[in-house]
């Protein structure tokens, strides 16, 4: 699912390309994406390009005319992308969920999925927009206070923390493994066991990882548009790099799968060596799951001996 700085970079791309530029045309595809009926989802052609921004994972654009706004709210989730086509551009295939048509160019919605998850909502109000807000912290503007407060209200683990849109604004699965990582915390750590140091740590690889990926994504676009977003990156450190060497220690970063998602970490500098396990597999295997990484290896010894 893309995340801050992926739709932050898609708000500074929507904005060169359409801000003060009429929508002069909607194809909706997918009679699955529109989550609204009233208003009309056609009362926003004919309506000019005001302002985009970003609501936690989601983008807002604005559209006003004859003294009447109107809000696009779009949600990605995890397989819907934008993309900037030719004018007029045809609709791609099953993919294809919407096309908003302008003079000189198309921005083309699309869902590379059969759950089609992702969403369109029209709000004829500004004050519709809270109930798209989540309640989650900002974490590039907060305070050293807010952001311990925040932290210490639940006991949660870092990982969940870190992912749960009303407690932080805009972190999803990728990067926060790539924040715990930097932080050199295990992402199974509980939130309220968390000392001033290791917060303080944690919120300025919070501000340093999303602000470095920011600009790493907008130097990558340019003047052009974020066609290619994806949760998998070959810069990144530990996120989609499981049995690959940690770029810090060298060592094989790990993983724990769990419901639709997964949590990679590197064992040397997050968890002390410690191997972790979700409860399920740590259930099924009792006292054969390996607890370090040098028990790993001696297993992974053992049954190559064996096996020859």
Avoid at 212 to 225: S, T
Avoid at 231 to 246: D, I, L, T
Avoid at 252 to 267: F, I, M, P, S, W
Wanted: charged fraction near 25%; glycine fraction near 6%.
């Amino acid at each position: 699912m893309p995340e801050l700085p992926d739709i932050t970079v898609y708000v500074e791309r929507l904005r060169a390309k359409t801000v003060g530029r009429e929508l002069r045309g909607i194809r909706l595809q997918s009679p699955f994406l529109l989550r609204t009926v009233e208003p009309p989802l056609q009362t926003a052609v004919g309506k000019r390009v005001v302002g985009v921004e970003r609501l936690g994972k989601r983008l807002v654009i604005e559209l006003g005319a004859d003294g009447k706004g109107l809000w696009l709210v779009i949600h990605l989730m995890v397989a819907g992308r934008l993309r900037w086509k030719k004018p007029n551009a045809a609709l791609p295939g099953k993919l294809a969920l919407a096309a908003f048509d302008f003079a000189d160019g198309t921005l083309m919605f699309t869902e590379a999925s059969k759950k089609k998850r992702a969403s369109l909502h029209v709000i004829a109000d500004r004050a519709g927009l809270v109930a798209f807000d989540r309640g989650g912290l900002d974490v590039m503007s907060a305070s050293a206070a807010e952001f311990a407060a925040r932290l210490r209200a639940e006991r949660h683990t870092i990982k969940r923390s870190l992912t749960d849109p009303t407690i932080l604004d805009g972190i999803g699965n990728a990067y926060s493994d790539e924040i715990l990582h930097a932080a050199r915390l295990s992402p199974f750590r509980m939130t309220t066991a968390l000392d001033d140091a290791e917060l303080a740590r944690l919120q300025q690889a919070c501000i340093t990882t999303l602000q470095w990926w920011i600009d790493h994504l907008r130097a990558e676009v340019g003047d052009g548009f974020p066609d290619e977003v994806t949760a998998f990156r070959s810069e990144m450190a530990v996120h989609g790099k499981y049995n690959q060497p940690c770029p810090v220690c060298g060592h094989k970063v790990q993983r724990v799968v769990y419901a639709e998602n997964e949590a990679n970490y590197c064992a040397v500098c997050q968890t002390e060596g410690r191997l972790l396990a979700d409860r399920s597999l740590s259930r099924l295997l009792k006292d054969d799951w390996p607890r370090t990484l040098d028990e790993l290896e001696e297993r992974k010894n053992a049954r190559a001996t064996n096996a020859t």
